[in-house]
């Protein structure tokens, strides 16, 4: 006793410390010393009651009633009276009217509007569309005749550019082209091409061009400076600038010339 009198706290701790490792054993083997064992209560076994379906009612036989005899006072109904309205007939189709198929004489014109005729290039006769100081409004007519099928040219008439159609070989069908063109005040006229300028006049022609685009553009800048100009089409687009008298064609040239431009007389 004396020993744990004077070592009672080595034994305590010893205590302790053989404690907390006796815990950690238990915790990791799963012995819970202190849990109360689980009784699990089964249920008592009791006579199974087998549950029968119920039984199925009876039905009572089909009792089918007797025909009965029709009595010698009925009379029978009226039957309805339908009225069957008649269908009315499909039309029958209209056959065609047989085609005239008599060939049209070169001569005359159709009804409808005619087709552009092939120009003669040896022919004497053409067609007058129009005349136009500006040549621009003279290039978009011809433009204009062109994509409807006229063979249309440009050519000078004076100061004005004239749009021309043709030539065509005979009369009678420069005549039926300008009948067709009537809403332009086409004419007839005869001649081998453009009319000469007057007597002591001549035109002095500064460009000729493949694209119009480019014809009017140096038509424009002509224009600009005060210049009278008019535009030919005969295969290339030729700018010329007239007609100009022949003690102005100096003066002329000399305007044209400081617009960096060369003019060539042309009678």
Request: net charge positive.
């Amino acid at each position: 006793m004396r020993w744990l009198r004077e070592n009672w706290l080595d034994f305590l701790i010893f205590l302790l410390i053989a404690l907390v490792a006796a815990g950690i054993v238990l915790y990791l083997t799963g012995i819970n010393p202190f849990a109360r064992p689980r009784v699990s209560a089964s249920p008592m076994p009791g006579p199974s009651v087998t549950s029968s379906p119920p039984p199925s009612p009876v039905q009572p036989p089909k009792v089918e009633p007797a025909p009965q005899a029709p009595s010698p006072e009925a009379k029978p109904a009226p039957e309805p009276v339908i009225t069957v309205l008649p269908l009315p007939q499909a039309p029958a189709e209209a056959k065609p009217a047989p085609q005239d198929k008599t060939p049209a004489s070169p001569g005359r014109s159709p009804a409808s509007a005619p087709a552009p005729s092939v120009p003669a290039p040896g022919g004497t006769y053409r067609v007058a569309v129009g005349a136009f100081a500006n040549p621009e409004n003279a290039a978009r007519l011809r433009q204009e005749l062109v994509q409807k099928g006229y063979p249309a040219r440009l050519e000078p008439s004076g100061n004005l550019t004239r749009v021309v159609v043709g030539p065509y070989a005979s009369e009678a069908e420069a005549k039926r082209v300008a009948e067709a063109l009537a809403a332009y005040g086409a004419q007839v006229y005869r001649g081998q091409g453009a009319a000469p300028p007057a007597s002591g006049t001549l035109y002095l022609q500064v460009g000729a061009f493949q694209k119009e685009e480019n014809a009017l553009a140096l038509v424009a800048k002509l224009r600009g400076a005060g210049l009278p100009v008019v535009l030919v089409k005969d295969g290339v687009y030729r700018v010329r600038v007239g007609p100009v008298a022949e003690e102005e064609k100096e003066a002329v040239k000399a305007r044209v010339q400081a617009l960096g431009l060369e003019a060539l007389e042309v009678r």
